[in-house]
């Protein structure tokens, strides 16, 4: 009952955003590096950072990584609005970061782990900011991590309180509702694929600290390695790696080949998804199955990528 009431409040607030996005024209313009034409609602994404705050006030005793995402997701949603400097998002990415590893107790550990540890998140944030390009795919790809975590907080560990995981696959399911469509009502924005992106993390890191097992960062293998190969192939190509682009493989699927947007956010999904089932295996050796999947994947991107690159270039 409660987590139908949690959807219905959602839903409701979806729609006085969209009156407000109306009211205030919080809109996204397509340009040449889009990879959508029509004027949509921007910042549909909030819900994410709604449903955070929601599990904070039901659970005080994460009111520190709840602070961090509201700061992050209020930056964001500001970006959204009048596009800010990338040195204040940075400042206050790494600010959010930092509430997050007070409550993780990070900085009880080698300084050096410390510094690959705000690599990894800051790192991971704008990762998850640049993949949110197509309908659907920060939705689909989410949901299957959230999901994941459920499981393995349901039937294997439980690193923490079920609603902060299911608050946010509600809010998904909303998002979804209005953004995994042909013609998406909004976009997540900013303030949905970046702040969605810090709690995501949060629950990772909080479950590998849990379990000492660092084999659950995993759950982010399709991301990474659509976005680590990107990177490395634009410095190769001498680019400047913080600006817009449409070179990841998922854009050249959608903008080039002309692939459905939902076709291509729900493949992500799924092989994301077949690798977080074998991570929440029991057996012995998932560990070793998963980096075998994430392996066979990296070779089909390496050898897709440069043929639909070719084509695009002739």
């Known amino acids: 009952m409660l987590y139908a009431l949690v959807f219905v409040i959602f839903f409701g607030l979806m729609h006085l955003y969209f009156k407000i996005a109306d009211r205030y024209n919080i809109i996204d313009k397509p340009n040449q590096r ?10 549909g994404g909030i819900i994410f950072l709604v449903s955070i705050l929601l599990g904070g006030i039901c659970y005080p005793v994460y009111w520190l990584p709840v602070l961090g995402a509201f700061l992050i997701g209020v930056i964001s949603f500001a970006d959204d609005l009048i596009t800010l400097s990338s040195k204040v998002r940075i400042v206050v990415h ?4 930092t509430i997050m590893y007070v409550f993780l107790n990070v900085f009880a550990l080698p300084w050096y782990w410390c510094l690959v540890l705000y690599i990894m998140g800051v790192g991971i944030i704008n990762i998850y900011n640049f993949m949110d390009g197509i309908n659907g795919i920060t939705g689909c790809y989410t ?29 998904c399911v909303v998002f979804l509702f209005f953004n995994f469509r042909t013609r998406a009502k909004c976009f997540a924005g900013d303030v949905g694929s970046v702040t969605i992106a810090f709690w995501v993390i949060f629950l990772l890191f909080k479950l590998i600290f849990h379990t000492q097992n660092w084999s659950y960062i995993f759950f982010l293998a399709v991301y990474g390695i659509d976005a680590g190969f990107t990177i490395i192939q634009r410095l190769l190509m001498r680019q400047n790696i ?3 682009h449409r070179l990841h493989l998922y854009q050249l699927l959608a903008n080039e080949c002309k692939w459905p947007h939902r076709l291509v956010s729900v493949i992500y999904a799924i092989v994301q998804l077949v690798m977080i089932c074998v991570l ?25 990528k440069p043929r639909l690159i070719s084509r695009v270039a002739h």
């Open 280 to 304: 929440a295996t029991n057996v012995t050796f998932s560990t070793i199955g998963t980096v075998g999947i994430a392996t066979f994947f990296a070779i089909v991107y390496l050898l897709i």
């Open 242 to 244: 913080f600006t817009p």
């Open 34 to 43: 889009s990879s959508h034409t029509e004027v949509t609602i921007r910042g």
């Open 143 to 171: 949901l299957v991590i959230l999901a994941g975590l459920f499981y393995i907080n349901s039937y294997q560990v439980q690193f923490i309180q079920p609603d902060l995981i299911l608050f946010p696959v509600i809010a």
């Open 94 to 97: 790494i600010a959010a970061v």
